[in-house]
């Protein structure tokens, strides 16, 4: 970081060679009240903020050689709890530099740094200490520091691999007298790639940590390695090879969300590592235009401290188009799959075949489709055990465009998978999903969603279950030119084996001119919360207004924010009730000039 500050002042301050200069900046002012109620208790807080910024621009020698920025900042915030005063003071400074930016081989670089301390009772040092051990009972004065760096770096020249390198790192140090903590999130990323008429070539590296600045406790890890090639016969044989280990690790014990079926996302595990070695070769054919086939070998072993999955499988898929939008396939596997868990190993010999059809309808006014799978498995266990897998899989979707003023469209689709011999195989999945999208005029528009998804997966005792729903609606009114009134609802409900979740809101805003360069800008929303898991029934108001009139330079905002919670948890009888009404005051003023 010292280099960085010493590279920052050469930037800024090196003589003759400078030119298109140019120097900004912003002065901030706000004061602000603050009214809380909770219970019988009530209090006032008063607060008083400062902060200035100094920014610089310019070139070296040449803008196709160098462009850059610096910034220096200093902010100051001073509250008041009743009889305690507390405070807050950070200095600081941002750099940028972009080399070579209309070249193929670019970088940029980027740093900042601030520096300052905090009251053991302001609101942020809560959060900021969480990382230190302290004697119960002790509200020390904090110093705390925060920095950020980050490079990148492309070569992107025609008669040359294609390389990217990136490297991202922040920091924030929070000390109280001898005592120090430090947090860090860093991200490392990079790619090679050679694009060929016949030949392509990637390699991937992705390495990403995170230490929350709340709690020590909380920790994750993320790192992929692959490769992925493709290699073109002819415009009609190719293969694809992709390989790879990913390993992720979390120490914090969050049961993954549910997403959605049809998708694959990546949840952070409980607790501990998982760790992926997968690698995939296929070998397609076109033979003519409408039939293809295609043969591929696939290994992966997913490992974890819970359980472990394994699977070695070759598959083979041909597909036939005999009239357009409708598609008949079928296909075979053949290998191993393996399961640890429970201090037990079972792997099993598998032999099946799938097959399928689907129509596509494609019309101006009418679009659609529909689909079937169906497969059947043959299983023998290294212990001689025998066993027999089925599936199926069924979807449906519909859509039409009314006049150009109407898009509707609405989907189904529900599979089950059965397996005599690994738990894991036995699933059943169940989605519906619908949309709808009106422009009734170019001033009105509105957007309505709605999703019902299911999900079963093992064998008794269940391992795990989810029902879930959720219905978004947003509408939007454009009254004039730079007026705009907005609407929005929703609901979503989660029902799994650990406990019920509910959550419901609708809201009203409106952004826009009220009189010349008088803006208005205003949020209102009613939400509740539910959740048998916490034990929490959480029931709010929140409501924001802002006013800004700008007068050449300045900038002049009345900000005014409402809340109103009552708050029941398992182990109260009556709803905690809190009562929050804030009004702040800013002035803005920008400067700047250039040469």
Same mark, same amino acid.
């Given at each position: 970081?010292?280099?960085?500050?010493?590279?920052?002042?050469?930037?800024?301050?090196?003589?003759?060679?400078?030119?298109?200069?140019?120097?900004?900046?912003?002065?901030?002012?706000?004061?602000?009240?603050?009214?809380?109620?909770?219970?019988?208790?009530?209090?006032?807080?008063?607060?008083?903020?400062?902060?200035?910024?100094?920014?610089?621009?310019?070139?070296?020698?040449?803008?196709?050689?160098?462009?850059?920025?610096?910034?220096?900042?200093?902010?100051?915030?001073?509250?008041?709890?009743?009889?305690?005063?507390?405070?807050?003071?950070?200095?600081?400074?941002?750099?940028?530099?972009?080399?070579?930016?209309?070249?193929?081989?670019?970088?940029?670089?980027?740093?900042?740094?601030?520096?300052?301390?905090?009251?053991?009772?302001?609101?942020?040092?809560?959060?900021?200490?969480?990382?230190?051990?302290?004697?119960?009972?002790?509200?020390?004065?904090?110093?705390?520091?925060?920095?950020?760096?980050?490079?990148?770096?492309?070569?992107?020249?025609?008669?040359?691999?294609?390389?990217?390198?990136?490297?991202?790192?922040?920091?924030?140090?929070?000390?109280?007298?001898?005592?120090?903590?430090?947090?860090?999130?860093?991200?490392?990323?990079?790619?090679?790639?050679?694009?060929?008429?016949?030949?392509?070539?990637?390699?991937?590296?992705?390495?990403?940590?995170?230490?929350?600045?709340?709690?020590?406790?909380?920790?994750?890890?993320?790192?992929?390695?692959?490769?992925?090639?493709?290699?073109?016969?002819?415009?009609?044989?190719?293969?694809?090879?992709?390989?790879?280990?990913?390993?992720?690790?979390?120490?914090?014990?969050?049961?993954?969300?549910?997403?959605?079926?049809?998708?694959?996302?990546?949840?952070?595990?409980?607790?501990?590592?998982?760790?992926?070695?997968?690698?995939?070769?296929?070998?397609?054919?076109?033979?003519?235009?409408?039939?293809?086939?295609?043969?591929?070998?696939?290994?992966?072993?997913?490992?974890?401290?819970?359980?472990?999955?394994?699977?070695?499988?070759?598959?083979?898929?041909?597909?036939?188009?005999?009239?357009?939008?409708?598609?008949?396939?079928?296909?075979?596997?053949?290998?191993?799959?393996?399961?640890?868990?429970?201090?037990?190993?079972?792997?099993?010999?598998?032999?099946?075949?799938?097959?399928?059809?689907?129509?596509?309808?494609?019309?101006?006014?009418?679009?659609?489709?529909?689909?079937?799978?169906?497969?059947?498995?043959?299983?023998?266990?290294?212990?001689?055990?025998?066993?027999?897998?089925?599936?199926?899989?069924?979807?449906?979707?519909?859509?039409?465009?009314?006049?150009?003023?109407?898009?509707?469209?609405?989907?189904?689709?529900?599979?089950?998978?059965?397996?005599?011999?690994?738990?894991?195989?036995?699933?059943?999945?169940?989605?519906?999903?619908?949309?709808?999208?009106?422009?009734?005029?170019?001033?009105?528009?509105?957007?309505?969603?709605?999703?019902?998804?299911?999900?079963?997966?093992?064998?008794?005792?269940?391992?795990?279950?989810?029902?879930?729903? /959720?219905?978004?609606?947003? $509408? &939007?009114?454009? @009254? +004039?030119?730079?007026? =705009?009134?907005?609407?929005?609802?929703?609901?979503? *409900?989660?029902?799994?084996?650990?406990?019920?979740?509910?959550?419901?809101?609708?809201?009203?805003?409106?952004?826009?001119?009220?009189?010349?360069?008088?803006?208005?800008?205003?949020?209102?929303?009613?939400?509740?919360?539910?959740?048998?898991?916490?034990?929490?029934? /959480?029931?709010?108001?929140? $409501? &924001?207004?802002? @006013? +800004?009139?700008?007068? =050449?330079?300045?900038?002049?905002?009345?900000?005014? *924010?409402?809340?109103?919670?009552?708050?029941?948890?398992?182990?109260?009888?009556?709803?905690?009730?809190?009562?929050?009404?804030?009004?702040?005051?800013?002035?803005?003023?920008?400067?700047?000039?250039?040469?």
């Amino acid at each position: 970081m010292l280099a960085a500050v010493f590279l920052a002042a050469f930037l800024l301050f090196v003589p003759a060679v400078l030119e298109a200069q140019s120097v900004d900046g912003v002065a901030d002012w706000g004061w602000g009240r603050s009214m809380y109620r909770t219970g019988d208790e009530e209090s006032t807080n008063g607060s008083f903020t400062q902060a200035y910024t100094l920014g610089y621009r310019s070139i070296f020698w040449d803008p196709r050689f160098l462009t850059y920025t610096g910034e220096l900042t200093f902010n100051k915030n001073a509250l008041s709890f009743g009889q305690q005063d507390s405070l807050s003071q950070q200095t600081g400074f941002k750099l940028a530099a972009n080399l070579f930016a209309s070249r193929p081989f670019h970088g940029s670089i980027h740093a900042s740094r601030g520096f300052g301390g905090e009251s053991g009772n302001y609101p942020q040092s809560t959060a900021e200490r969480s990382g230190l051990t302290l004697p119960a009972g002790s509200v020390p004065e904090l110093k705390v520091g925060r920095s950020e760096f980050g490079v990148n770096w492309q070569l992107a020249a025609k008669s040359l691999p294609r390389i990217e390198l990136s490297y991202e790192d922040g920091s924030t140090t929070v000390a109280a007298g001898s005592l120090e903590a430090v947090q860090r999130q860093s991200s490392v990323q990079a790619l090679i790639a050679k694009d060929g008429p016949r030949l392509s070539n990637t390699l991937r590296y992705r390495d990403e940590g995170f230490d929350s600045a709340v709690s020590q406790a909380f920790r994750q890890r993320y790192g992929e390695l692959s490769y992925e090639l493709l290699a073109r016969a002819s415009d009609r044989t190719w293969s694809t090879v992709r390989a790879g280990r990913r390993t992720t690790f979390s120490l914090f014990d969050v049961p993954p969300q549910f997403n959605d079926i049809g998708l694959d996302g990546y949840h952070p595990p409980p607790g501990g590592e998982v760790a992926l070695l997968y690698g995939l070769a296929t070998l397609t054919h076109q033979a003519t235009k409408g039939l293809s086939a295609d043969v591929s070998v696939g290994y992966d072993r997913e490992e974890s401290t819970a359980a472990g999955t394994t699977a070695l499988l070759a598959t083979a898929t041909t597909r036939y188009e005999p009239i357009t939008g409708f598609t008949v396939h079928g296909g075979g596997t053949y290998g191993e799959r393996g399961q640890d868990g429970a201090g037990a190993r079972l792997i099993v010999l598998t032999r099946g075949g799938t097959a399928g059809a689907e129509y596509t309808l494609t019309r101006r006014l009418l679009r659609g489709g529909i689909g079937y799978e169906a497969g059947r498995g043959w299983n023998t266990s290294e212990r001689g055990g025998e066993g027999e897998s089925r599936r199926w899989r069924a979807r449906a979707d519909l859509g039409t465009d009314v006049l150009r003023i109407v898009q509707l469209s609405a989907g189904y689709e529900q599979g089950r998978s059965l397996d005599d011999l690994l738990p894991l195989g036995n699933q059943w999945q169940e989605r519906t999903h619908a949309s709808l999208r009106s422009m009734l005029t170019a001033r009105v528009t509105i957007d309505a969603t709605y999703e019902l998804a299911s999900i079963d997966r093992g064998t008794a005792p269940q391992i795990f279950r989810t029902r879930y729903a /959720q219905t978004m609606t947003t $509408a &939007a009114v454009q @009254l +004039t030119r730079d007026r =705009r009134v907005s609407f929005a609802a929703g609901r979503f *409900r989660n029902r799994a084996f650990t406990g019920d979740d509910d959550n419901e809101y609708i809201g009203v805003g409106f952004d826009g001119a009220l009189i010349g360069l008088l803006r208005l800008s205003l949020t209102a929303r009613r939400e509740r919360t539910v959740s048998t898991a916490a034990s929490l029934d /959480q029931d709010g108001y929140y $409501a &924001a207004a802002m @006013l +800004t009139y700008r007068l =050449r330079l300045f900038t002049f905002s009345l900000e005014q *924010r409402y809340t109103d919670l009552a708050l029941r948890t398992g182990n109260r009888i009556e709803p905690l009730t809190f009562t929050g009404n804030q009004i702040q005051f800013r002035v803005g003023r920008k400067f700047g000039f250039a040469r």
